[in-house]
């Protein structure tokens, strides 16, 4: 069971523990009663907003070690960027390292779309990372997420010719619509081991390589965006992508799709 899961069972265990109190030993005080369910209501947001608890569905966010051949998962969300992205292509080239990209459905369109076939064609994974990238997601109906994962999904498919069933929440958050959306659609959740935290216009680049250097292991899976949701700023991975790279190299960590690193070992 995962750490999330156990949480939500407890406090759910503790709620209607104080409950049936109540009803065989006299209400509780207001306070306890309003305490409990502002505990329960936190336990469910933090289920909500952070993945890697996987209280709601099973995320996977980390390959297994293999100490022979180690390797991890660069990923990239928020794209495609036409400023972006090409010198992202161009440094995994460089380094003849592979990733994966998560990419925003509505974005897959002219030469866009053509930046994803270059980068399906180098050998990198496509994911879906929803098609509007709609920041209420997760407060949103089953048919709704439906059909925007459709949506995503189809766009994927035309610009690559496969399928993809890597999926990334838009803004990473889950719940159970969204994981039993994912499960209908054949959809692996991914979540990431080490982030940057260099989704913002205001992200530092010193701290994001330290953050992502310092986070480098075997079965990692590394969060960085190569494009902005709205590219209204300038994501300062791809400027710290040749260092992060260049760490790699120096440890012996391989950069794999992140298919390639949850595939299971035969
Ligand atoms: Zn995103």
Redesign the pocket.
Same mark, same amino acid.
């Given at each position: 069971m995962t750490p999330g899961r156990a949480l939500l069972y407890a406090t759910s265990v503790g709620a209607i523990g104080l409950g049936v109190r109540s009803v065989t030993r006299g209400a509780v005080p207001v306070e306890v009663a309003a305490g409990a369910v502002v505990a329960f209501a936190s336990v469910v947001m933090a289920g909500v907003v952070e993945p890697r608890l996987g209280m709601f569905a099973d995320v996977v966010n980390r390959g297994e070690p293999r100490p022979d051949a180690p390797r991890l998962a660069l990923t990239f969300?928020?794209g495609p960027s036409l400023e972006h992205t090409p010198r992202v292509l161009d440094a995994l080239a460089a380094a003849g390292a592979r990733a994966t990209f998560?990419v #925003?459905g509505r974005k897959l369109e002219g030469e866009r779309a053509r930046l994803v076939r270059r980068a399906h064609d180098e050998g990198h994974a496509i994911g879906c *990372? /929803?098609h509007a990238?709609d920041r209420l997601f997760a407060l949103r109906s089953a048919r709704r997420v439906r059909d925007d994962l459709k949506t995503a999904l189809a766009a994927i498919a035309d610009v690559t010719g496969s399928a993809t069933s890597l999926f990334?929440p838009? #803004? /990473?958050h889950t719940n159970p619509t969204i994981a039993s959306v994912a499960e209908e659609l054949d959809l692996d959740i991914i979540g990431f081991s080490v982030r940057g935290y260099d /989704?913002t216009a205001r992200a530092d680049e010193a701290k994001v390589r330290a953050r992502l250097i310092s986070g480098l292991a075997d079965g990692a899976i590394a969060l960085l *965006?190569d494009g902005a949701?709205r590219d209204d700023f300038t994501p300062v991975a791809p400027a710290i992508l040749p260092d992060v790279l260049g760490a790699m190299r120096d440890a012996g960590i391989a950069g794999v799709t992140v298919s390639e690193l949850i595939a299971p070992v035969d």
């Open positions: 969300d928020d998560f #925003i *990372h /929803g990238h990334r838009p #803004i /990473g /989704g *965006h949701e």
